[in-house]
């Protein structure tokens, strides 16, 4: 059983219009939910994360919303840039301690 | 030098064979993880040691076998693996378990299993 889910597999956005890449879960136990970026050939890094007592969390072009009721978050960028193409996994993690857990990932694509 | 790094990058080896990836970080972290990450398929968690003791085993088939010498070292050991053992092998560290939960990952290790 699959406890988050990505998904869009893939998605393509315009250069300097909105990227909206979304995320579900299932465990109402999670309390911590963070985005990783991914280029080819590289390793996850970390890209912005939200505790389970917030809604919103801002960094830059960066912001990710959640939805507790709806077992949900999602991460916007604006605007988007063709150096945001990369693959991003959504996490989450059941208390302090706790292993994450990783969606598929979708993979954003940033047309100039 | 990047602060989580894998060797070797690419592998190919057949499904006699024995050999290891070893995973190296410089930040002074505790803990230190192996995933598993195939095509179209979420990050696979294998094994999680912190202070060098292995904490966590999920489910992973004897034919991988980790080895933590100290906090900055890992290894995955390799030995009669399947062509579905095939994808990219992540390592990673933490400060510790009981952290904020972020990761910084290794560039992974590319295996294809002949």
């Known amino acids: 059983d699959q406890q988050v889910k990505q998904n869009s597999p893939s998605l393509s956005v315009q250069e300097g219009r909105i990227s909206i890449l979304n995320c579900d879960y299932t465990?109402?136990?999670?309390?911590?939910f963070l985005w990783y970026k991914k280029y080819p050939a590289e390793g996850p890094t970390f890209l912005i994360s939200?505790?389970?007592?917030?809604d919103k969390n801002e960094d830059g072009r960066f912001t990710v919303f959640l939805n507790k009721s709806a077992k949900h978050l999602s991460l916007h960028i604006v605007p988007s840039q063709p150096g945001d193409s990369a693959v991003y996994f959504c996490?989450?993690?059941?208390?302090?301690?706790?292993?994450?857990?990783f969606g598929q990932g979708t993979e954003l694509s940033v047309k100039p | 030098e990047t602060g989580v790094t894998q060797t070797p990058r690419h592998l190919v080896m057949g499904m006699t064979n024995k050999k290891s990836l070893k995973c190296e970080q410089h930040?002074?972290?505790?803990?230190m993880y192996w995933y598993k990450q195939s095509a179209k398929k979420p990050l696979e968690l294998m094994f999680v040691?912190?202070?060098?003791?292995?904490?966590e085993n999920n489910s992973v088939p004897s034919r991988f076998s980790p080895e933590c010498p100290n906090s900055s070292h890992l290894f995955l050991h390799l030995h009669t693996l399947q062509p579905e053992d095939s994808a990219l092998y992540l390592c990673?560290?933490?400060?510790?378990?009981?952290?904020?939960?972020?990761?910084?990952f290794g560039e992974g290790s590319r295996l294809t299993v002949l």
């Open positions: 990673a560290s933490s400060s510790g378990l009981a952290s904020t939960g972020e990761l910084f």
């Open positions: 939200i505790s389970s007592i917030k």
């Open positions: 040691y912190n202070f060098k003791e292995q904490t």
């Open positions: 465990n109402s136990m999670f309390d911590y």
């Open positions: 930040l002074g972290h505790n803990a």
């Open positions: 996490a989450a993690r059941a208390n302090q301690g706790g292993k994450l857990i």
